[in-house]
Nanobody
Framework: QVLLVESGGGLVQAGGSLRLSCAASGRTFSRNIMGWFRQAPGKEREFVAA????????HYADSVKGRFTISRDNAKDTVYLQMNSLKPEDTAVYYC?????????????WGQGTQVTVSS
């Protein structure tokens, strides 16, 4: 079992920044891939970014490349998502997930989500 708790969401103006945190606990060693997803109202959940705990393989959605950075602190079992140059279309509930592969169905542990709202 892996427990994931997100924090750091909030309201920010367009062009601003936020940093999301995802604290993992439990059998974290059992899941090598940590990802961030988001879901906007009326839309399907979409992939944002993912990393391995080693940081050796990092992926981003095209929509966030150059603006978002995923990182991890292995000593704290925490994964971060630094979001810069935020746009209103980034407004969504952001979820942290742990998995054994990069395909959506391979993420089998999810956090409760944190709301990010970007005002224009």
């Amino acid at each position: 079992q892996v427990l994931l708790v997100e924090s750091g969401g909030g309201l920010v103006q367009a062009g601003g920044s936020l940093r999301l945190s995802c604290a993992a606990s439990g059998r974290t060693f059992s899941r090598n891939i940590m990802g961030w997803f988001r879901q906007a109202p009326g839309k399907e959940r979409e992939f944002v970014a993912a990393t391995t705990w080693s940081g050796g393989s990092i992926h981003y959605a095209d929509s966030v490349k150059g603006r978002f950075t995923i990182s991890r602190d292995n000593a704290k079992d925490t994964v971060y998502l630094q979001m810069n140059s935020l746009k209103p279309e980034d407004t969504a509930v952001y979820y942290c997930a742990a998995g054994y592969g990069y395909r959506d169905y391979q993420y089998d542990y999810w956090g409760q989500g944190t709301q990010v709202t970007v005002s224009s």
